[in-house]
């Protein structure tokens, strides 16, 4: 099993930064990819960010060039670093594990609440 916790979510101004954190324990060691999703009210959780284990990254078009993901191995952390935030980034973050394999599997943490006041 792997848990993920995140945090550092809250109330920013447009403009402003965040830095969300999300810290794994448990069978680490088989998962291959790291992601970084978002919910807002009455829409589909959708990608945020991803890296992988050789540390290539993904990114949404609409956080490209404001959002950086990054992982701290010795930490057990990823992190989603975002710069310039806009109203439209409010929503529910969430941190997703998969893990590759005969039966892969996918683990999702509670997620933590960002809000962007314009």
């Known amino acids: 099993q792997v848990q993920l916790v995140e945090s550092g979510g809250g109330l920013e101004q447009t403009g402003g930064s965040l830095r969300l954190s999300c810290v794994a324990s448990g069978n680490i060691f088989r998962i291959d990819a790291w992601g970084w999703y978002r919910q807002a009210p009455g829409k589909q959780r959708e990608l945020v960010a991803a890296?992988?284990?050789?540390?290539?990254?993904n990114y949404a078009d609409s956080v490209k060039g404001r959002f950086t993901i990054s992982r701290d191995n010795a930490k057990n952390t990823v992190y989603l670093q975002m710069d310039n935030l806009k109203p439209e980034d409010t929503a529910v973050y969430y941190c997703?594990?998969?893990?590759?394999?005969?039966?892969?599997?996918?683990?999702w943490g509670q997620g933590t609440q960002v809000t962007v006041s314009s």
């Open positions: 997703k594990a998969d893990r590759p394999g005969w039966a892969p599997r996918t683990y």
């Open positions: 890296i992988t284990n050789g540390s290539s990254t």
